[in-house]
């Protein structure tokens, strides 16, 4: 059996696992969504798009 402290990390590590899973299909979706928005030359839309996606990160990964 596992010990308790090797559990803890691996609880951690599927937390992480998830959350990079998530993080993943998230980002996908926006993809998808701005390569809509230009393709159908809606670039305000795409750019407010963007703009929301980009409010929602941490200050230090705002810039581009």
Do not use: C, G
């Not at 590590?13 to 899973?21: K, L, N």
């Not at 839309?45 to 705002?62: F, G, H, M, N, V």
């Amino acid at each position: 059996a596992l010990s308790s402290a090797a559990s803890d990390v691996y609880k951690r590590q599927e937390q992480e696992y998830r959350s990079v899973r998530k993080w993943n299909h998230d980002m996908e979706n926006h993809l998808f969504s701005l390569n809509y928005l230009i393709r159908a030359k809606k670039y305000h839309e795409a750019d407010a798009y963007l703009k929301t996606i980009l409010s929602e990160l941490p200050p230090e990964k705002r810039t581009l």
